[in-house]
């Protein structure tokens, strides 16, 4: 039951995701951070995991390094631990205290989320996860979904697709497969 509004809320207890890696461990096997190719599919399907639930009603709240499992042979990604979430316009009902520096201000002054929280966040992941090895014109794409102001932020995740994806095709050009694999 939802203690905020008393609603009562349903969970999905899945089995174990075999192949499947965090964030966490994808950082921790490449110190120096993944090369920006391989980011680029990540930070893809991250957000179609967001831009699906967003269009359900829901914003996960936190999209944190441990939250995003990438199968790095299939380049699938699966966005997990949905405790946290809630719908736009509700405040967080928690922050996880050891990354309590990532969250946008806002969140931390308990105004409400939004869209642009989840887009944070991912940015946040994703930038991390390349280790400053981000050419320019992704710096840059990365800013824009991490402006001072929340209005000013991306506020959809499939018109965001769209940019990244163009900004991808001018850096790299037509989209191709890229093995990926985690060093042991």
């Keep these: 039951m939802d ?12 089995g174990a995701l075999n192949g499947f890696a965090s964030l966490v461990q994808v950082r921790a096997a490449f110190p120096r951070g993944v090369d920006r190719r391989d980011a680029a599919w990540m930070w893809r399907r991250l957000l179609v ?26 380049h699938g990604l699966v966005l997990v631990d949905w405790c946290y979430s809630g719908r736009p316009g509700d ?22 989320a939004g869209p642009d929280t989840d887009f944070w966040l991912a940015t946040a992941c994703m930038t ?6 981000a050419p320019a014109p992704i710096t840059a794409f990365a800013r824009g979904c991490m402006l ?13 697709l769209g940019e990244l994806d163009g900004l991808l ?13 985690i060093p042991a």
């Design 3 to 14: 203690p905020r509004t008393g609603a009562e809320r349903r969970g999905n207890l899945l």
């Design 49 to 74: 995991a967001i831009g699906a639930a967003h269009r359900a009603g829901v914003i996960h709240d936190a999209v944190l390094p441990e939250h995003v499992l990438i199968h790095p042979a299939e």
């Design 91 to 112: 405040p967080l009902p928690a922050v996880v205290a050891r990354y309590r520096d990532r969250y946008p201000p806002e969140i931390l002054a308990r105004q409400p």
């Design 128 to 133: 991390e996860l390349m280790g400053g090895r």
């Design 148 to 160: 001072a102001s929340p209005r000013r932020r991306p506020q959809d995740a499939w018109q965001l």
């Design 169 to 181: 095709g001018r850096l790299y050009g037509p989209r191709t497969f890229r093995p990926f694999a």
